[in-house]
């Protein structure tokens, strides 16, 4: 029976409430249709609006101080990848080590706090602030759907009084109906009338508190990181002090690889390397004299100590020299000779000059007139690859041993790297005669001066 019972009220209520949204969606259809009064209320409308802008703002605040978040999370990761790549190049022997590993301890535990704090004081407070959205809310949509059954049950009141034969009981009937819902919607209106001004004001301090809170967070952050950056700083210039006054012996590595082209450092070539990797010494000091006996190997190998410098350009005697050596000739203790070194520091022997003639562009300047040399414009002198090289890049050429390469000037100086050279492939330039396109860098110590 009690089972049956409790069905009843279910079924009871289900049928009342669907009853509800019936007369509810009746009373709509006439107002619109302009039938039936509404009952206006535009300082609470104004409510309403100043609500659901606060609710849009509250939800764009979360959303980027969420993004916010992310990033500062993302900005320890990547710091904290940067100091394990310092730690692993900091090598064992190096001054500074301990403290440059404690200050990356310091700057992962830095990141953390500060991205703990900003949780817990910023993002913690925008949650519960946004929390209590929700709930006034679902009031505001209720207290107007208690306004619907107010205006209905007072519409309904109106008519039966208003009906040529009144029914004193239904008339007696609607008229509790319509204080019943008066007295709902009135409860609910006036409870919402006192929170959503007190709700819209306290928007000025919750965004002051929110944003001082980050402010003051972020500049703690960057001062103590700035210390660590100073700390680490410090470290690294007495590293480079000592650096400067000491030698650190580095060994050479073999490599497969081309030479990369961020530092123009050719790596040597496969074939022709000694079994033995002698020692390479940084830090600046004098390299051995050729009068040492320790000659320089012409072809590239793992001997080079550091990358390899290009030679300077040929130097000619001035027009002033060339005019003291034609008034020399008239003395008997003049012998002239010009010397010109190679890259292997080896020099042409010494000439006696009868009429002076000197290359300058690839063209002959003498007494008797002057002639145009099928080189290229700003030529300075031959080699000839002694090994293949492929060329990484498309401004670098692609040598097969034997190949003979005209060596010019870089149009920029300072575009030039340690060990390489500016060049065209003579069979190229026989073919085209187009400088820029056959032009290009290559490794000198895969070349030998061959003029």
Known sequence: MAEMGSKGVTAGKIASNVQKKLTRAQEKVLQKLGKADETKDEQFEQCVQNFNKQLTEGTRLQKDLRTYLASVKAMHEASKKLNECLQEVYEPDWPGRDEANKIAENNDLLWLDYHQKLVDQALLTMDTYLGQFPDIKSRIAKRGRKLVDYDSARHHYESLQTAK??????????????????????????????????????????????????????????????KLNQNLNDVLVSLEKQHGSNTFTVKAQPSDNAPAKGNKSPSPPPDGSPAATPEIRVNHEPEPSAAAGAALPKSPSQLRKGPPVPPPPKH??????????????????????????????????????????????????????????????????????????????????????????LVIPFQNPEEQDEGWLMGVKESDWNQHKELEKCRGVFPENFTERVQ
């Open 165 to 226: 034969k009144k029914d004193e009981a239904k008339i007696a009937k609607a008229e509790e109906e319509l204080i019943k819902a008066q007295k709902v919607f009135e409860e609910m209106n006036v409870d919402l009338q006192e929170e959503l001004p007190s709700l819209w004001n306290s928007r000025v301090g919750f965004y002051v508190n929110t944003f001082q809170s980050i402010a003051g967070l972020e500049e703690n952050f960057h001062k103590e990181m700035s």
């Open 316 to 405: 000619t005697p001035s027009k002033e020299v060339k005019q003291e050596q034609i008034l020399s000739l008239f003395d008997d203790t003049f012998v002239p000779e010009i010397s010109v070194t190679t890259p292997s520091q080896s020099s042409l022997p010494a000439v006696v000059v009868e009429t002076f003639s000197a290359t300058v562009n690839g063209t002959v300047e003498g007494g008797g007139g002057a002639g145009r040399l099928d080189l290229p414009p700003g030529f300075m002198f031959k080699v000839q690859a002694q090994h293949d090289y492929v060329a990484t890049d498309t401004d670098e050429l692609q040598l097969k041993a034997g190949d003979v390469v």
